[in-house]
C-alpha cells in the first residue's frame, strides 16, 4: 500500500513511522510511505501556506492553492478513486472497521490540516473524506494520520506476524478481548488463571471469550448494542446483570 501525507510538518512522522510495526511494513515493502511539504507546492518566494481569514476572527487558515495542488500531484499516477482524507475534528470518527475498509485501497492521501483550519475549497474541489480520531481538537492533523495509518496498515495481509490476527483485535467484533498473561505464573501474589495453563485449546477460547464479554460489560458497554452475540452470550451478559443487581441490592441494604 502507498500512503501519500500532505503536511507542514513533515519531520513529526519520523519517529513513529520508523519504528516497531511500522518500519517493519515499509522495511517489508508492504507500506510506501510519502510524505510531502505542503510548503513545497506554493508559488511565492516565502512559501506561504496560510493567511488571514475572511471575515475576520483569530488564528490563521491555510491556503487552498498549495493543498490542492499537492494534492493533484500526488494523484496523477494513482489509481481512479484514491479516498483523499481530510483529518479533521468535523469528521466521522475513525473506527475499527474504517480501518479495515481504508487497508482494500491501494493507495491512500492524507491531507493534514493545521492553525484555525484549511480554506474550505480544499474540502469541496479534493477531499473525499473527513476523518477524527476522537471529539476533542489537536494542534494538527499529524497525529491523527498516524493513528489512522497505524490502525489501517494492521490489516494488510503480511504485516502482522499471525495471519488474521486484526481479526482478534478489541473492536473487531464489537467485544473487547479479555486479559492477558505471561510468565511468572505468579507476580506478587496474583496468579495466571489455571485455565490458561492446562493446555485445551477449546476451553482458553471460551474463557477469552466470556472475559471480553466482561470486560466489554463493565467498560463499554455502549459496543454491545451493535454486537452479534449468540443466544449462549446473551445468557452470560444477562447473568453479569443478575450478579450487578445483586452486589447493588447489597451494598444498598448495607
Known amino acids: 500500500m502507498r500512503i501519500d501525507v500532505m503536511t ?4 513529526m512522522f519520523d519517529g513513529p513511522m520508523t519504528e516497531s510495526m511500522l518500519w517493519k511494513a515499509r522495511d517489508r515493502g508492504l507500506l510506501d510511505l510519502h510524505l510531502h511539504d ?7 518566494k516565502h512559501r506561504t501556506a496560510d493567511n488571514i481569514p475572511y471575515g475576520g476572527g483569530g488564528g490563521m487558515i491555510m491556503k487552498a492553492a498549495p493543498i490542492v495542488a499537492g494534492v493533484e500531484s500526488v494523484l496523477a499516477d494513482a489509481p481512479p478513486g484514491t479516498p483523499v482524507l481530510l483529518m479533521t475534528p468535523q469528521g466521522r470518527v475513525f473506527s475499527h472497521q474504517i480501518a479495515r475498509e481504508l487497508a482494500q485501497y491501494e493507495r491512500l492521501v492524507f491531507i493534514c490540516g493545521r492553525y484555525e483550519g484549511i480554506d474550505d475549497r480544499v474540502r469541496q474541489l479534493v477531499v473525499t473524506d473527513e476523518l477524527s480520531i476522537g ?12 493513528v489512522m495509518i497505524d490502525a489501517l496498515i494492521r490489516h494488510v495481509p503480511g504485516v502482522l506476524g499471525a495471519e488474521g490476527a486484526a481479526e482478534a483485535d478489541s473492536h473487531a467484533d464489537g467485544i473487547l478481548e479479555g486479559p492477558h498473561f505471561t510468565r511468572p505464573p505468579v507476580f506478587r501474589g496474583l496468579s495466571v488463571p489455571d485455565v ?4 485445551n485449546h477449546a476451553k482458553v477460547a471460551r474463557w477469552r471469550r466470556e472475559q471480553g464479554l466482561r470486560r466489554t460489560w463493565a467498560q463499554r458497554p455502549d459496543l454491545l448494542m451493535r454486537a452479534e452475540l449468540t443466544e449462549d452470550e446473551q445468557y452470560l451478559l444477562a447473568t453479569f446483570a443478575d450478579e450487578d443487581a445483586a452486589v447493588l441490592a447489597q451494598a444498598n441494604a448495607g
Not at 507542514?8 to 519531520?11: D, G, N, Q, T, Y
Not at 505542503?38 to 511565492?44: A, E, K, Q, Y
Not at 471529539?135 to 498516524?146: H, I, N, Q, S
Not at 490458561?196 to 493446555?199: A, D, F, I, R
Open 8 to 11: 507542514l510538518f513533515p519531520a
Open 38 to 44: 505542503i510548503r513545497t507546492f506554493t508559488t511565492d
Open 196 to 199: 490458561l495453563q492446562e493446555g
Open 135 to 146: 471529539d476533542y481538537v489537536l494542534t494538527g492533523g499529524e497525529l491523527p494520520a498516524m
